[in-house]
T-cell receptor
Framework: ETGVTQTPRHLVMGMTNKKSLKCEQH?????MYWYKQSAKKPLELMFV???????ENNSVPSRFSPECPNSSHLFLHLHTLQPEDSALYLC?????????????FGPGTRLLVL | DQQVKQNSPSLSVQEGRISILNCDYT??????FLWYKKYPAEGPTFLIS?????DKNEDGRFTVFLNKSAKHLSLHIVPSQPGDSAVYFC?????????????FGTGTRLTIIP
């Protein structure tokens, strides 16, 4: 399998549930990202990991908790979400975080919070 | 405060004609610009980029033009093909000592009419 994969592709959860989104990249990249895309809004950067260390937390509520156990895997743990958290969550990776580096995106997880 | 704006949510173009997608930005520190293309149920894929030291970059049917004084860039697709129907995102970044982030626009949905 090549590129960036994400599971699950679709997720429906209640506000009291705990779930996790998984991202895996097969490109040998050192940087990984979580983005959120809400309807009619730009992609919003949530978290950035470089060499498995978090280097950016873009003012994301604590009900979203990222984990990067190694350079190929990235998780987003979800708990006590709100309906306004319903969105498309995209994972991306790049060789490094440096300037002009192309980011490669996964297909996304479409999340619905009831 | 949206730093990258795509003011046209949608655009329809006849097959074989030229498609022109526009993007405006407000941050004069941006010095690298990208276009991503997104099909339904897939993640965005990198299409073409341009550095601020250039005013044009061409790759096959795709050309990106940058007008720094107007803080405006455009993507030209010629000739347009049905497979070009997708959502196109403009993105920008600036040098930040290895901590660069992409700032995205809201996207323009391009429909090529056969």
């Amino acid at each position: 399998e090549t590129g960036v994969t994400q599971t699950p592709r679709h997720l429906v959860m209640g506000m009291t549930n705990k779930k996790s989104l998984k991202c895996e990249q097969h490109l040998g990249h050192n940087a990984m990202y979580w983005y959120k895309q809400s309807a009619k809004k730009p992609l919003e950067l949530m978290f950035v990991y470089s060499l498995e260390e978090r280097v950016e937390n873009n003012s994301v509520p604590s009900r979203f908790s990222p984990e990067c156990p190694n350079s190929s895997h990235l998780f987003l743990h979800l708990h006590t979400l709100q309906p306004e958290d319903s969105a498309l969550y995209l994972c991306a990776s790049s060789q490094t975080m440096t300037h002009q580096e192309t980011q490669y995106f996964g297909p996304g997880t479409r999340l619905l919070v009831l | 405060d949206q730093q990258v704006k795509q003011n046209s949510p949608s655009l329809s173009v006849q097959e074989g004609r030229i498609s022109i997608l526009n993007c405006d930005y407000t941050n004069s520190m941006f010095d690298y610009f990208l276009w991503y293309k997104k099909y339904p149920a897939e993640g965005p894929t990198f299409l073409i980029s341009i550095s601020s030291i250039k005013d044009k970059n061409e790759d096959g049917r795709f050309t990106v033009f940058l007008n720094k004084s107007a803080k405006h860039l455009s993507l030209h697709i010629v000739p347009s093909q049905p497979g070009d129907s997708a959502v196109y995102f403009c993105a920008a970044s600036r040098f930040n000592f290895g901590n660069e982030k992409l700032t995205f626009g809201t996207g323009t949905r391009l429909t090529i009419i056969p």
